[in-house]
């Protein structure tokens, strides 16, 4: 999603809030299980059977005015994302989250990714300098900066502004790659970046290109733009008309978000107007080794996700750039959805079907496809996704065309006043699954059944969801 930036008043140095929020803790025997949609009344809580929520923290403090984006994690921390900064929450106790600290840095979205002592930050709106104290200017004006932010979090009291690296277009995602062999103790972060203008000096067209960033983690303060590979050397997707009269099919400019399987040397790009397969063995030097393209349903490639053997590729389309009401009937179970992609040992890519929840949404509720992980179990392809304020679902994927939903987790409609809201991200880390919510901010909740008994053994002591691990189910 690409949200204005909200005003802010600059301030004079970074500001670090220690809170310890109390959590606010879920209703429960308020819940109206079994019920969803539309039957929902304004914010109530719905939810199936196997789905509890056990918590919620709601905006507060120094980003109480800003909006809940992405999330990484690192031991018993949660690192959350948001249009004016970003928080760190301790999840030890899941029934009973808390905020450590909140830095206010404002730059949309804020896009984050943890590696170690390191945190990097997306800034994807044009802004006055490169401080975690600018404010918002043109785009148009050369002394505009947008870029990857590098903190120190090794104490995560207190993070640490290290390092700034401007890239062209900005960042609105970063994809962490981490160093292999003789490159070990170097991260690399693919930065994807789109909407380029004659008028913007920084983001000029052409724009089919990722940027690369290095990062020596000894010295991160060396970080720089290592290659700016053409990704599109035919210049993409041209567009058109869209799928429906919603949006049109967006013109390939550049990639929305990709995703790297560092293990298997691969990574998927969801591409605006594509969707590529690319070779990252030498991660300096990616290759497009397959490339496919949907005109008929999707209007916009948003993001991509592997299954846990690499034998399969869920790709999302962001219809309506993730503001407007697609989950109902008038659009279809085709827009707005999944595409599930058989992939070949070789790279090639078929397409075997769409899942999009099966609940519609009111007229006044942003719903589309957006960030989800797998859940790690053995034999089965199971996934967790946010929907926007069609909430979270809980789907298996292991028939590639049959998928369907297993669980689901939403909340009615927010009042009309308050406009765009829902969840933004929803990830499985160790035994439970968090959510961030634009507007109603972190929630976790646990998915029960027969199907995920043995992924709560997979313990993990750091996750990017778009540097998918290893799991290895005990």
């Known amino acids: 999603m690409r949200r204005p930036t909200l005003a802010v008043v600059a301030a004079t140095a970074l500001v670090v809030s220690g809170l310890g929020t109390a959590t ?69 106790n899941p029934r009973k989250p808390r905020t450590i600290v909140q830095v206010s840095c404002p730059g949309s979205q804020n896009d984050v990714s943890v590696s170690g002592d390191l945190l990097y930050l997306s800034t994807d709106s044009s802004r006055s300098d490169d401080s975690c104290a600018s404010s918002s200017q043109s785009a148009t004006q050369k002394d505009s900066w947008e870029g990857i932010k ?189 595409a599930i992609y058989d992939l070949s040992k070789r790279g090639r890519l078929t397409h075997r079907s769409y899942y999009k929840i099966p609940r519609h949404q009111t007229s006044t509720e942003n719903c589309v496809a957006h960030n989800g992980s797998i859940i790690p179990v053995a034999g089965r392809d199971l996934m967790v996704q946010s929907w926007y304020q069609g909430g979270v679902s809980v789907w298996d994927f292991t028939d590639s065309e049959n998928p369907r939903e297993l669980g689901y987790f939403e909340r009615g409609p927010l009042p009309e006043s308050e406009g765009i809201g829902g969840t933004w991200s929803t990830y499985y880390y160790n035994g439970h699954l968090y959510s961030s919510d634009i507007a109603r901010g972190f929630d976790v909740l646990q998915f029960k059944d027969k199907a995920t008994k043995k992924a709560d053994r997979v313990i993990m002591d750091e996750l990017n969801v778009q540097s998918q691990p290893r799991y290895r189910v005990r």
Not at 45 to 59: C, D, F, T
Not at 62 to 84: H, I, M, P, R, S
Not at 167 to 172: I, K, L, M, V
Not at 302 to 329: I, M, P, Q, R
């Open 150 to 338: 590098i903190f120190d979090i090794s104490d995560v009291q207190n993070p640490k502004y290290l390092k700034s690296v401007e890239t062209a277009c900005g960042s609105h995602t970063n994809t962490l790659i981490p160093g292999k062999g003789a490159r070990a103790g170097t991260d690399y972060l693919y930065v994807s970046s789109y909407s380029p203008r004659e008028e913007y000096p920084d983001c000029q067209t052409p724009h089919d290109l990722v940027s690369i960033v290095k990062i020596d983690k000894e010295t991160p303060t060396a970080s720089k733009v290592i290659a700016t590979p053409n990704l599109f050397p035919d210049g993409g997707n041209p567009g058109g008309e869209g799928p429906t009269p919603i949006a049109s099919r967006s013109a390939t400019t550049g990639c929305h978000d990709i995703t790297a399987l560092p293990h298997k040397n691969l990574a998927a790009g969801a591409c605006m107007g594509d969707g590529i397969i690319m070779d990252i063995e030498d991660p300096e030097q990616p290759r497009v080794i397959e490339r496919v393209q949907d005109n008929e349903n999707y209007a916009f490639w948003h993001s991509a996700t592997f299954n846990a053997d690499a034998s399969k590729v869920v790709f999302t389309d962001e219809l309506g750039g993730g503001g407007a009401a697609t989950c109902n009937a008038e659009i279809g179970p085709e827009r707005g959805a999944n």
């Open 24 to 92: 606010a803790t879920a209703k429960g025997p308020d819940d109206r299980v079994g019920v969803s949609g539309t039957d929902l009344r304004t914010d109530e809580i719905g939810r199936s059977k196997n789905v509890r929520h056990l918590a919620n923290l709601a905006p507060s403090g120094v980003l109480a005015e800003g909006l809940g984006t992405d999330l990484a994690f690192q031991d018993d921390k949660a690192f959350v994302g948001n249009y004016d900064g970003f928080s760190v929450i301790d999840v030890r």
